[in-house]
């Protein structure tokens, strides 16, 4: 009799077990999926190849809201774990790396930790300078990586490499292309023809020469790094407008280059005037 209950009772365990993971298994696939879609938004953001099929607030928006939607997925599949009846990782350990589990468990925390952190300090870049910001927040390429081999891993342990051959693969392609796209050299795409060659610079600028500033009223979208960078030469009025100095003095020559090289949108252009 006992040990027909023992039988029940396992039986139960495992049935509640099997569920818990299944539900892990499918916000953690949720979770690649969106991530994936959060590194494509953010690739044709920042490079502003959309910005003529939507506008400023739809670009923000929509990669914010994919963010979410990522850490909502991985959070889900995080807290999963603590109602498993054979505790794998609990408490401090699905936050922290290296408390427990293994070390495609750490991989994980690793990215959504550091994803977190991006997500919270991204409306931040005001206050900091562009740079130093984009540095960091650039780090999600790091986070993303890490998700990746993460669930790579996970599939593998659990038997699912198969499904992550089929559709994992399928879903990472896009983001590992605009990737490419995104930090490969300019004179690269101009020979593939994914650029027009006459964007390019002609030569090199004399950091210690005075240069003529112009903005393209068209690719610019008032974001405001530029003011952040060199708020002596750019700035952006009540009524939206961005003021900016033509002939800035040489002694800013640094901070206008910086806010050239900040604008998302590369809609600064600088020239070389003579001494």
């Known amino acids: ?6 039988v029940v009772l396992a039986a139960a365990i495992d049935a509640h077990d099997t569920g818990v993971r ?19 938004w953010g690739v044709l953001t920042a490079t ?18 994919l963010a979410a939607a ?54 931040m870049h005001r206050f900091f300078r562009y740079r130093n910001w984009l540095r960091f927040h650039q780090s999600a390429y790091v986070a993303i990586l890490l998700g990746v081999v993460h669930s790579w891993f996970g599939a593998w342990a ?5 499904v992550m051959w089929l559709a994992g693969i ?4 896009p983001p590992l ?6 930090v490969a050299p300019p004179e690269l795409l101009v020979r593939l023809g994914l650029i027009d060659g006459e964007t390019m610079p002609a030569k090199r600028l004399d950091k210690a020469a005075p240069m003529r500033v112009s903005v393209d009223n068209q690719r610019c979208h008032r974001y405001g790094f530029c003011q952040t960078e060199a708020p002596d030469v750019f ?18 020559n640094q901070a206008v280059r910086s806010a050239a090289r900040a604008c998302p949108m590369r809609a600064i252009q600088l020239q070389g005037t003579e001494k």
Request: charged share 15%.
């Open 1 to 6: 009799m006992f040990a027909s209950a023992d």
């Open 22 to 40: 299944k539900m892990a298994a499918v916000s953690g696939r949720l979770a690649y999926f969106f991530m994936c879609l959060t590194l494509c």
């Open 48 to 65: 502003g190849w959309v910005r003529r099929v939507t506008g400023h607030q739809a670009l923000r928006g929509g990669h914010v809201m």
């Open 70 to 123: 990522t850490l909502t997925a991985a959070g889900t599949h995080a807290l999963a774990f603590l109602f498993l009846d054979e505790r794998v990782l609990g408490g401090l350990q699905i936050v922290v790396p290296f408390l427990g589990g293994e070390f495609r468990h750490a991989l994980g925390i690793i990215a959504f930790d550091l994803l977190a952190v991006i997500f919270v300090t991204a409306g």
């Open 158 to 162: 659990n038997s699912d490499i198969d």
């Open 170 to 173: 399928t879903v990472a392609m």
């Open 177 to 182: 292309a605009l990737t490419f796209l995104r």
């Open 235 to 252: 700035k952006l009025r009540e009524d939206g407008r961005l003021q900016y100095r033509q002939l800035p003095d040489v002694a800013v």
